[in-house]
């Protein structure tokens, strides 16, 4: 049976989507498709990294995850198939894997796959569903494409640490308008070192404690935490800390720790 996942900025007002789900049941009846979102930003990798990271583990092993954001047909793109810790990803090498993992993929193919000219436009259903549905039935990799070393780097922008303090910038806003910023616990934990702090942000806001949960402080109360994604959140308990806190897309915020 298998399981395919599908990442695309495809949206659900347009009929792309019905297409790409139709041409998998086609060649795969009884597969089971799991919607991870079709409402990626048009051609925004870093965000649907960001999404597919934080999901993709929490499916069973040899799940299939077909990606398709910036597929479109070019000249130089390439298609690649590969094994990443026990998971299957098909997508464009557009540099979307290099921010989806920490170091290289166990096995890598640049797709070989007969394209019909008549989807020229369309790789994602006519190169990248094929590939999908040859690994969900239990195909090599080696059986559609052929041996590669690297994948497409694309860098994402780091937090800057300058002794006491750690700069960063918000990274994603969810469906909840939670901020989510590229500072990750790890990174908190050992500049912080046990001490103090005061996070801040659009110069006169400022939290100093930790939450373990959005509960934990009042309705409308403001928070910071670490979430699912193991990233600083900023939040509002039961409120809207985007548009209530005037935070956008790669702001700054600061963490400075105290003695």
Request: contains cysteine; charged residues 20%.
């Amino acid at each position: 049976m298998g399981i395919i996942t599908l990442t695309t900025d495809l949206g659900s007002k347009d009929f792309y989507q019905a297409a790409l789900k139709g041409s998998i049941l086609s060649i795969h009846p009884t597969v089971n498709i799991v919607d991870i979102t079709h409402e990626v930003p048009a051609f925004n990798i870093s965000y649907a990294a960001f999404v597919l990271k934080n999901s993709y583990t929490y499916f069973p092993k040899n799940t299939v995850h077909l990606i398709g954001i910036d597929s479109v047909f070019n000249e130089n793109t390439k298609y690649i198939a590969l094994r990443y810790k026990d998971h299957y990803f098909v997508g464009a090498d557009n540099g979307i894997f290099s921010l989806l993992f920490d170091d290289k993929p166990d096995e890598l193919v640049e797709l070989n796959i007969m394209q019909d000219l008549k989807f020229l436009h369309f790789p994602l259903v006519d190169i990248l569903v094929k590939a999908a549905v040859h690994l969900t039935k239990g195909g090599k990799l080696k059986e559609i494409g052929i041996h590669a070393d690297d994948i497409e780097q694309r860098m994402l922008l780091h937090p800057v640490i300058e002794r006491d303090i750690i700069r960063g910038s918000v990274i994603f806003i969810d469906t909840f308008s939670n901020v989510i910023t590229n500072i990750t616990k790890d990174l908190f934990t050992k500049v912080q070192r046990n001490r103090d702090f005061s996070l801040y942000f659009r110069k006169s806001e400022t939290i100093t404690q930790l939450s373990w949960h959005y509960n934990e402080v009042p309705e409308g109360e403001k928070l910071c935490l670490f979430g699912i994604s193991n990233h600083l959140e900023i939040a509002i308990n039961k409120g809207k800390a985007s548009g209530l806190l005037g935070l956008h897309l790669n702001d700054i915020v600061r963490v400075e720790f105290h003695p």
